[in-house]
């Protein structure tokens, strides 16, 4: 007989096919670029909708798209560049909405987090590898869009295109891949706690800043009404500017995040806005959020209310710092706080130089705040209020660790009896435990009504003490009563139960 025997065919040696390394990679590269697709799509779509819905729509569904390339791309941080002045003269455009950059930075972001969350049975990218591979892929897109938005109405400078793309894309993709490992702080606790107490006073700045726009369009919801109206006249027109202003509310809480600072922003090139003024004569386009800014002319106390965002701001960061710090030494503490003032400042800096920039030449080559002075400005406010808010609260957090008073009895030496002058049987044999009654009260004087019965593995008490005697007394049966004698002088005849004694 013969015994056929199947032999199951080796595994290719193509990783491709195996799903090993390399496909890996492929797949990281085609969720950059699909991140960057579904970003030019999505504003392709929302500017296309604009144009057909326009009562005068300029051009044909080809500038369309290269608008929509030229937002992508300034939504990246790139500057344009306006060729279709009334001068002739092109003209920059560096003020991109915060809100706008939230789409594609989102993108990337979910693109390497979920590359980093490699399925089961298939080799897991580095972390460098996770970032290099879907920004590579996110770039080979944007290449594309660049040379298309060079042939639209807002080209792209090259070399800005050159610098922030891949700086956006690269922190992006890497916030990704740091969310994927679980947000990891820094094993060392004072960093970790700085960290914590810089993002606090950034979030605190940017939110006061947001409540100072709030208040201002509030107060001057007049003039925002009027230049809301002046800038369109139909639905359409509208409902773009309204979808602008919101893309520059981020803008605007950095602006006034700048304003409470000190340092201000810049209205064009001689005209800046601070708590104690705004001299010279501001070069300001008519737009609904621009209404909210302060008139002209010396501060007054109105203007000079705007210090309370950085001050709490800093409260914040100093009790963020200090309540961890009850552990640590005062120098530590302080190093803690002024870690955290400059990582605030860090990031209060990046937040500036991406609010701000030029929105045309000359008088408008200048718009928003200077980042290295918002920065600067942030690391004083932190260092000179927060560096002392952190020690009061750490001193406040110590001050249960303070010793005793020393002529306070120990607790310890009066919970528990001194048995050593007894004797041995009487250390040996635990105390009586106080009776209780039916209704579970107990007896006043401590008597146990068993205390005198002796127990198995108590031993006998010696002869001739008061224990033996109370012992031989209770073992005897209690003798019975005797009748009480009859009283001789009770009449037989009207008590009955009268019974003559014996006399016997």
């Not at 990783?15 to 496909?23: D, I, K, Q, T, Y």
């Not at 809480?253 to 003024?277: E, I, K, Q, R």
């Not at 040996?428 to 019965?453: H, I, M, N, S």
Request: glycine share 12%.
């Amino acid at each position: 007989m013969s015994q056929v025997t199947e032999h199951t065919p080796p595994l290719s040696p193509d990783p491709l096919v195996r799903g090993g390394r390399s496909a890996t990679l492929v797949d990281a590269c085609v969720r950059g670029g699909a991140a960057a697709g579904l970003g030019i799509g999505g504003l392709a779509v929302l500017v296309t909708a604009a144009w057909i819905t326009s009562p005068y729509p300029d051009g044909g569904p080809g500038g369309a798209l290269h608008l929509a390339a030229g937002l992508w791309l300034l939504a990246h941080g790139v500057d344009l560049v306006r060729t279709d002045t009334l001068s002739g003269v092109a003209a920059p455009l560096g003020v991109a909405p915060m809100l706008l950059m939230a789409l594609p930075g989102w993108l990337a972001h979910r693109a390497a987090r979920d590359t980093s969350d490699a399925e089961e049975g298939r080799p897991r990218l580095t972390a460098a590898g996770a970032v290099g591979a879907v920004s590579g892929g996110y770039l080979l897109v944007a290449v594309g869009v660049v040379a298309s938005a060079a042939n639209g109405p807002l080209p792209a400078d090259p070399l800005a295109a050159a610098l922030w793309l891949p700086v956006t894309v690269v922190a992006s993709a890497g916030l990704g891949v740091w969310t994927a490992a679980g947000r990891p702080l820094p094993r060392q606790e004072h960093a970790a706690v700085g960290l914590r107490a810089a993002v606090l006073a950034v979030v605190a700045l940017l939110a006061g800043g947001a409540l100072l726009v709030t208040v201002s369009l509030a107060w001057h919801a007049g003039a925002a009404h009027a230049s809301f109206d002046g800038l369109a006249d139909d639905w359409s027109g509208r409902v773009s500017v309204l979808l602008l202003a919101l893309t520059l509310v981020p803008n605007a809480a950095v602006w006034a995040a700048s304003y409470g600072l000190g340092p201000g922003f810049a209205l064009g090139s001689g005209a800046w806005a601070t708590p104690l003024g705004l001299p010279g004569a501001a070069a300001v386009p008519p737009f609904p959020l621009l209404a909210a800014l302060p008139a002209a002319g010396r501060g007054s106390w109105p203007h000079w209310t705007a210090t309370v965002v950085p001050a709490v701001a800093a409260l914040l960061l100093g009790w963020c710092a200090g309540r961890s710090a009850r552990r640590w030494t005062a120098k530590e503490t302080v190093l803690t706080a002024l870690v955290a003032s400059w990582a605030c400042g860090a990031a209060l800096a990046v937040l500036a130089a991406l609010a701000g920039g030029p929105l045309g030449s000359g008088r408008l080559s200048a718009f928003g705040p200077v980042w290295w002075q918002t920065g600067a400005a942030a690391v004083l406010w932190c260092a000179v209020v927060g560096v002392p808010t952190a020690l009061g609260v750490r001193a406040w957090a110590r001050r249960d660790r303070t010793p005793a008073t020393a002529g306070a009895p120990e607790p310890a030496a009066v919970a528990a009896p001194d048995r050593a002058g007894m004797p041995e049987e009487a250390a040996r044999t635990p105390g009586p435990e106080p009776v209780r009654d039916e209704d579970g009260e107990g007896d006043e004087l401590g008597f146990e009504a068993y205390g005198f019965l002796p127990a198995a593995w108590e031993p006998a008490p010696p002869a001739g003490s008061l224990g033996s005697a109370r012992s031989a007394t209770s073992a005897q049966p209690p003798a019975p009563k005797p009748d009480p004698a009859p009283d001789p002088d009770r009449d037989p005849d009207r008590d009955p139960a009268w019974k003559e004694p014996d006399r016997t």
